[in-house]
Structure formats: C-alpha cells, structure tokens
Nanobody
Framework: QVQLVESGGGLVQAGGSLKLSCTASGRTASRYAIGWFRQAPGSGREFVAVTRWSDGNALYGDSVKGRFTISKDNSKAAVYLQMSSLMPEDTAIYYC????????????????WGQGTQVTVSA
C-alpha cells in the first residue's frame, strides 16, 4: 500500500506560479515512480509529468513542457510540481499517482492515487 497526499493548490492569476507537493508513505513507496495528472471539468484525466524515484528522469505532457518542472526530495519522500506561466486552461484538479511501470504516461497503469488538489487560474 502507498498513501499519497497532495498540497499546494489554490487560486492564481494567469502568468503566475504555483508549487504543488505530493508526499508518499508506505513500506514499498520507494519502489514507485510518482507522476502528476490533472482533470478539468468535463474532461478525462490528462498526464502532466512523471519522475522515476531512482534516477530522477522526467517526462512531461506536451501542454506543460517548458512551463512545469517535476522534482523530488528522497529525504522527505516528496515529489513537487513547479508550475510557471500558468494559463486559464491549466485549471483542473491535480493528482499525484504512483506506478511500478517506468515512464508510463497512461493513467490506468498507476496503482495509487492521491485525493487531488484544486488549481484555478484566473484570466
């Protein structure tokens, strides 16, 4: 079992920045890669970013490349999503999730999910 808790969401103006945090716990948490997804109202779950726990390599969704950065702190069992140059279309619930499949961007291959944190970007 892996427990994931997100924090850091909120309301920000377009062009602003926000940093999300995801804390992982559980005896086997270190085996998993942690990724971020988001879901806007009326839309499916969209891949945002993922990092492998062991070597830190990262993948990004096309819509966030160059604006978002995923990072991790092994000592705190935490993964962060630094979001910059935010746009209204970034408005969504952001979820962190854990997977054993290296580099996957497909939501159904993630075994554990957090409760989500709302990010709202005003125009």
């Amino acid at each position: 079992q892996v427990q994931l808790v997100e924090s850091g969401g909120g309301l920000v103006q377009a062009g602003g920045s926000l940093k999300l945090s995801c804390t992982a716990s559980g005896r086997t948490a270190s085996r998993y890669a942690i990724g971020w997804f988001r879901q806007a109202p009326g839309s499916g779950r969209e891949f945002v970013a993922v990092t492998r726990w062991s070597d830190g390599n990262a993948l990004y969704g096309d819509s966030v490349k160059g604006r978002f950065t995923i990072s991790k702190d092994n000592s705190k069992a935490a993964v962060y999503l630094q979001m910059s140059s935010l746009m209204p279309e970034d408005t969504a619930i952001y979820y962190c999730a854990a997977t054993l499949q290296r580099g996957t961007t497909i939501a159904r291959f993630y075994q554990y999910w957090g409760q989500g944190t709302q990010v709202t970007v005003s125009a």
